[in-house]
C-alpha cells in the first residue's frame, strides 16, 4: 500500500512552505500552512494552525556590530480543526447584526410593518 502523509489525509490538510529571513539563523524554516479555512466534516469548525516555539537567532547591530541574539519564535508545524474563538464568533455576529439594521432601514425595502 502506497504511503499517504499525514498532512494530506487528515481534517485540515496543510502543506509545507519555505520561510525565508536572511536575518535569522537558520535562514529558511520549513512551516506548515493550512489548505482550507474550513474543516473538511463541518462548517462550524475552522482549520488552525498548530504552534510550536523554536530557539533562532537574530541578527541585529548593536553598539555599531553585528550581533546575534537568541530570541523565540513561533512556527505552525501543522493544522488542526477547531472551534472559533469566541472573539471571532462576536465578529461575525456582529456583522449579520449590522447587514440586517442596514436591511431594515433601507426604505426602498420597506420591511416596517405598518402599524395603522
Known amino acids: 500500500m502506497p504511503y499517504t502523509p499525514l498532512h494530506s489525509k487528515t481534517l485540515c490538510p496543510w ?4 520561510n525565508t529571513d536572511l536575518e535569522r539563523f537558520p535562514p529558511v ?3 506548515a500552512r493550512c489548505k482550507c479555512r474550513k474543516c473538511m466534516n463541518s462548517d462550524h469548525y475552522r482549520c488552525m494552525p498548530v504552534f510550536y516555539a523554536i530557539d533562532v537567532l537574530k541578527k541585529q547591530c548593536i553598539d555599531g ?6 530570541k523565540s519564535e513561533l512556527i505552525s508545524v501543522a493544522c488542526t480543526c477547531a472551534r472559533p474563538t469566541v472573539h471571532e464568533t462576536r465578529r461575525r455576529s456582529i456583522a449579520v447584526l449590522y447587514a440586517l439594521e442596514n436591511l431594515l432601514s433601507d426604505p426602498i425595502m420597506n420591511l416596517t410593518p405598518d402599524l395603522s
Not at 502543506?15 to 519555505?18: F, P
Not at 556590530?65 to 537568541?70: C, F, L, Q, V
Open 29 to 31: 524554516l520549513t512551516i
Open 65 to 70: 556590530a553585528i550581533r546575534w541574539i537568541r
Open 15 to 18: 502543506e509545507y512552505v519555505h
